[in-house]
């Protein structure tokens, strides 16, 4: 998977329980402080595009120079391209969920009672 940071092109590495687990951490330091949250986005940083990378996308790899909000999107960033295939997973079960039968019978009988109350 590929991701543009600050006009850079990084490769990111699978999303094994290792990196999902930072994520975690990330997500749930959420509400606990700036700190917190800038600590466990660093170590997100780190793992994902490592500390070359973070220099390439801040200008610096020194957490105490990068900003608070600055880090905890570009892990967002990061975390919704690992997402993209669960998400596109998730909607062609529900497009082939309502692909079926009942639901064709059910949007049929919808558009029909739409067609009787134009009749009135």
Do not use: C, W
């Amino acid at each position: 998977m590929v991701i543009i940071l600050n006009d850079k092109e990084f490769e990111l590495p699978k999303r094994t329980p290792k990196i999902a687990k930072l994520f975690d951490d990330f997500n749930a330091t959420f509400g606990e402080g700036d700190v917190k949250v800038h600590n466990n986005a660093m170590k997100v940083l780190e793992a994902t595009i490592g500390r070359e990378g973070i220099k390439d996308v801040f200008g610096t790899a020194d957490s105490e120079q990068i900003s608070v909000v600055e880090s905890a999107i570009a892990v967002k960033e990061i975390d919704d391209v690992y997402m993209v295939p669960l998400t596109e997973y998730m909607m062609r079960k529900e497009a082939a969920e309502m692909d079926r039968p009942a639901f064709t019978a059910a949007n049929e009988l919808l558009r029909n009672v739409a067609n009787l109350s134009e009749l009135k």
